[in-house]
């Protein structure tokens, strides 16, 4: 069975950019939240931007449940962070789901609060995902597991400053 694979815009658009989101989709089940469907539009080449065509290859979640955007929201600013709408969505939706899905961002900001709330077992770096698939080709530095491990590790710091945790 394929794993569940749940992106953000930012993902959705560079894996267009780098030519590799078809392999991505047929590897993994991917899913959207409906407000990360509605952010990824287009994708940069060269001097182009390109649309993005996400009908039929994605599952898009459509209801994500307001108890649980409270909570990412009141974690939000807990930990004195501001996330965009569409993680703030897929964080809700780790919440909201009894499925094994793993949520896929390069937000740096996504990636602290993720750590903060303690779900970061319930994400991936992008460089991580691609590697379970067999890809080693060209990443972004955002994308790099040391860059996630570093943001997850800023998270679980301001879990101590501000939930006074040990």
């Given amino acids: 069975m394929k794993k569940l694979l749940l992106l953000d815009a930012d993902v959705v658009i560079d894996l267009h950019t780098l030519g590799i989101f078809e ?25 182009q931007n390109f649309p993005i065509r996400l009908k039929g290859k994605v599952r898009v979640i459509r209801d994500i449940q307001t108890k649980y955007l409270r909570v990412v929201n009141d974690e939000e600013r807990e930990a004195r962070l501001r996330i965009g709408p569409g993680e703030a969505t897929s964080i809700a939706y780790l919440l909201q789901s009894s499925e094994e899905v793993i949520f896929c961002t390069c937000d740096k900001t996504a990636m602290r609060l993720i750590s903060f709330m303690n779900l970061e077992e319930k994400a991936i770096s992008l460089e991580k995902a691609l590697k379970d698939i067999g890809y ?8 790099r597991e ?21």
């Fill in 23 to 47: 392999r991505v989709s047929k590897a993994y089940k991917v899913s959207l939240t409906e407000k990360v469907f509605s952010e990824a539009k287009f994708y940069p080449r060269g001097n």
């Fill in 136 to 143: 080693s080709g060209r990443l972004f530095s955002r994308h």
């Fill in 146 to 166: 040391e860059e996630f491990k570093k943001e997850i590790s800023e998270g679980k710091t301001l879990r101590i400053w501000y939930k006074n945790l040990k």
